[in-house]
């Protein structure tokens, strides 16, 4: 990208990114050594010169990674995950790529948050040929790099292109979340089993009404069934979300309405939702719901898989307290205050 300022108006948010990244790799004249340095380093791995970034390269196998990082010895491929999660098909596939490469290729994974990789691709022969994964102490229970730590590589620069990108980062929810004793819940899972003792009350709530509630992943909380048409209740804590009309900054607590595919009433009368509220028992805390991104269309897609009709917002930072007591009690007030308000939309 030699010009900034030509970026086509239709890019979405992911390939708006990469391209802006790209512009400042090239602007900058040590940045992308040190951003090859970082990566290498960190994976234990001999460095290179850095010669020049491109976004989304050609391929013939069709496969495009989010940046090439051009070096004098090697290639690095890297693969940016913003909110997704990585499939193990995505990552398999980037292995190939490499391998068929006349130069020697890396893979780097940089993410936002957890990404789920299968265990045996990590330890499996492709992965010690061409993936760059982190084994210092610096984030080390995760098997990929972090946003918030090349945050801080480009916030460091002397620079103002660098500084305004680091805003942009910001924008992007990928700056390190300054909390004296969760800040690191997104990159350390025993922080992460920690937060999920703290869905206890709501657990109880949950069952004292024979509704099953239990854990899932690294700190979410599933209810099930809590109404006949209600399939699931997805409550998570999220480093960034897909909605930037919201009041509410990262990182945020997150809950997911799935309503069965038939309940077609329901699907309908989430449809278009926009709309905020503070909790009852803590007015403190704001709470935001936007409808599903597919909104109208759940409603005339067939099949009885459940579908996302709306989900709701919230600040993590109003939430989470040094005392565990008071977090259970936000927790579940924010949990009962989603389950109240599906229940009105509905009737």
Not at 235 to 255: E, F, T
Not at 302 to 307: D, F, I, V, Y
Request: charged share 20%; aromatic share 12%.
């Amino acid at each position: 990208m030699s010009n900034i300022f030509l970026l086509p108006p239709n890019l979405d948010k992911k390939e708006r990114f990469a391209a802006c990244w790209e512009y400042l790799l090239e602007n900058i004249s040590d940045l992308g050594q040190d951003f090859v340095d970082f990566l290498t380093q960190r994976s234990g791995k001999p460095s290179s010169t850095f010669v020049k970034a491109v976004s989304y390269p050609f391929f013939a196998s069709g496969i495009q990674p989010d940046i090439l990082l051009e070096c004098k010895d090697f290639d690095i491929l890297c693969e940016h995950h913003l909110e997704s999660q990585l499939s193990k098909l995505s990552l398999d596939a980037l292995f190939i790529l490499a391998k068929s490469q006349t130069r020697k290729t890396y893979i780097a994974v940089i993410s936002n948050s957890y990404c789920l990789l299968d265990p045996e691709i990590l330890a499996g022969v492709s992965a010690k040929q061409y993936y760059l994964q982190p084994y210092d102490d610096v984030n080390s229970s995760m098997p990929y790099f972090c946003w918030q730590d090349i945050y801080a590589l480009v916030a460091q620069k002397p620079v103002r292109l660098a500084h305004e990108f680091a805003e942009y980062m910001h924008f992007m929810d990928m700056q390190p979340w300054q909390h004296s004793e969760w800040g690191n819940l997104f990159l350390n899972p025993n922080v992460a089993k920690t937060f999920s003792q703290q869905w206890a009350q709501t657990i109880d709530y949950f069952q004292g009404m024979t509704i099953d509630a239990k854990l899932s992943g690294y700190s979410a909380l599933e209810v099930i069934y809590p109404l006949p048409w209600l399939q699931l209740l997805y409550i998570y804590a999220a480093r960034s979300v897909s909605h930037n009309d919201l009041q509410a900054v990262s990182p945020y607590l997150v809950a997911t309405i799935w309503i069965k595919g038939d309940a077609k009433a329901q699907i309908q009368a989430f449809h278009g939702i926009s709309d905020r509220f503070t909790l009852p028992d803590n007015n403190r805390i704001t709470v935001e719901i936007r409808a599903s991104l597919a909104d109208g269309l759940w409603t005339t897609k067939a099949g009885n898989r459940p579908k996302l009709a709306a989900t709701y917002y919230t600040s993590l930072d109003r939430l989470v307290a040094s005392d565990s007591l008071q977090i259970q009690q936000n927790l579940l007030a924010f949990s009962k205050a989603v389950f109240i308000h599906a229940q009105s939309i509905e009737s």
